[in-house]
């Protein structure tokens, strides 16, 4: 909380500083981009630091956001496709043996592989499966063409945070399935212009911040998306532009700012 202003996300600004400071590192050692020491190495402390930083807030699922980035940037800028896989291992063997080792997040993982078992415990005292079994019931609810704008019944007080995580399961709701495929292929065409930008970007450094500004978008969406559908534990990821939360709408609008002013760069110098 910042006094006289209100509250405030720094993680959110963590994301756009690290593909700001990633864009301006790949563009200027891109010749050693392919090296350990000289590429690879600096924008794995880079990431780490700032990963450990938003961890502590805490903020897990930025934390993970966060880490997807750092790696499609690196990918994309060049660095060795060995040293990107032994990250995806450690990291991989860092999860499972704080999961199943330390059994940290363990009801997460329950919840995700058994939700109506674990709901079906003690349904009444809404128990770690109440949010997602309650995403799945207003996902059902919307059928083909759903209950109408600003009717869903689900998000009064039965959908734990309707206007945050879950968002997206109301837009089910209320819009039914022909209503949310045509935002998701809304924001399927966001992502593709985005890349498209990026490819015709005057420089790299234009390239790469517009790939990156892009794929946060992109992982944001996959990510909030197979959470409502638990197609993965709940991690808590905002869906772009939907959910509820003034750093990330600000953040998110002057990032988009920034991705059409690549566009114009290119566009002048083609003219």
């Known amino acids: 909380r910042i006094p006289g202003i209100g509250q ?17 590192l790949i563009s200027l050692n891109y010749k050693r981009i392919g090296t350990f020491t000289g590429g690879f190495l600096p924008l ?9 930083l938003v961890f502590l807030e805490p903020h897990l699922s930025g934390t993970i956001l966060i880490c997807m ?30 999961v199943f080792v330390l059994h940290y997040e363990q009801e997460r993982i329950d919840v995700w592989l058994h939700p109506m078992e674990v709901y079906a415990r003690d349904a009444a005292g809404r128990n770690e499966a109440w949010q997602t079994v309650q995403s799945l019931f207003t996902i059902g609810s919307g059928g083909l063409l759903g209950q109408g704008l600003g009717n869903s019944r689900q998000k009064h007080l039965f959908l734990p945070e309707p206007q945050n995580d879950f968002i997206f399961a109301v837009v089910c709701e209320e819009l039914g399935f022909i209503g949310a495929a ?90």
């Open 8 to 24: 405030f996300q720094p993680s959110e600004v963590a994301k756009f500083s690290l593909i700001l400071l990633f864009s301006h």
């Open 44 to 52: 794995l402390a880079i990431l780490m630091v700032t990963c450990g």
């Open 69 to 98: 980035l750092g790696l499609v940037l690196m990918f994309v800028g060049g660095c060795r496709l060995r040293y990107l896989v032994l990250i995806v291992l450690l990291g991989a063997s860092a999860v499972f043996f704080a």
């Open 182 to 271: 045509l935002i998701l292929l809304l924001f399927a065409l966001l992502i593709w212009r985005g890349f498209v930008i990026a490819m015709n970007a005057p420089d790299k450094f234009g390239s790469v911040l517009a790939i990156g500004l892009t794929a946060q978008i992109g992982i944001q969406v996959i990510l909030n998306i197979a959470v409502v559908t638990n197609s993965m534990p709940n991690t808590g990821i905002s869906l772009p532009f939907f959910s509820y939360g003034g750093t990330s709408l600000v953040m998110l609008l002057a990032q988009m700012g920034i991705v059409l002013a690549v566009s114009r760069q290119s566009r002048l110098k083609k003219s």
